[in-house]
């Protein structure tokens, strides 16, 4: 929807970092388990939120062995329509940041908001996965434990909510300096005709390509 959020690339130095732990990737018929999230303003931590949530569905196993939570742990937990209101809250009008959120956090925040109160989500946010390949090109992994990795930070913990929020609140201040060194890099990127967000160079069956980092919300492409 038009009145959505905005996917941003920048750093900011005031932003929510948040993250969930669900019972799957389906966001057709998975709920959330678990949601995270630290305030920063002006580069520093402030606060904290974080909660297990009763999903009203049994944890899968898969689910369970990625990061370590079971029914018996989330019997007495508050249900997510309580806690994504309390999460709102917390977050207010902060640009909300996390690691794959633009395909992944967000889609389950939107659908429970417009669930549970019509309500569209209008925080601007910023994916740390899509920031990082614009400032680290050609890395082999993005995922947040190769992120924290790469800039020796501890990624004791991965996986569940609240670590991987301090862990990724560390990771976006180091691409925040890697934004400021190399301020360049996104002058010298192409920008979608379509978003005018930036485009990043991909690997297809017929070689390069331009791709759009808001993909999958803008597949534009462009020849190289």
Known sequence: MSDRGKLLNKYVSDYVIFDL??????????EVIEISAIKVADGMVVDE???????G??????????????D??????????????DFLKFAGNAILV????????????????EKFWGLIIENDYIDTLKLARICLP????????DMAEHYKISSEGAH?????????????????????????IAKSMPKCPKCGNIMVKRSGCYGEFWGCTSYPDCRQTMKI
């Not at 732990?21 to 998975?30: F, L, P, Y």
């Not at 569905?57 to 079971?70: F, K, L």
């Not at 996390?98 to 908001?113: E, P």
């Not at 569940?160 to 360049?184: H, P, W, Y």
């Open 138 to 145: 050609g890395r082999k992994g993005y995922k947040l434990v």
């Open 98 to 113: 996390g690691h794959n959120i633009a395909n992944f956090d967000m889609k389950f925040i939107w659908r429970d908001a």
């Open 72 to 85: 018996y742990m989330v019997a007495d937990s508050p249900d997510f329509e309580t806690v994504l209101g």
């Open 49 to 55: 939120f974080s909660t297990l949530v009763n999903p």
């Open 21 to 30: 732990e669900t019972t799957g990737v389906n966001i057709n018929r998975d």
């Open 160 to 184: 569940r909510a609240l670590n991987d929020c301090r862990m990724n609140q560390q990771v976006f201040e180091k691409l925040g300096v890697e934004i400021a060194r190399t301020s360049d």
């Open 57 to 70: 569905i049994s944890i899968p196993d898969a689910a369970s062995s990625v990061n370590g939570i079971y």
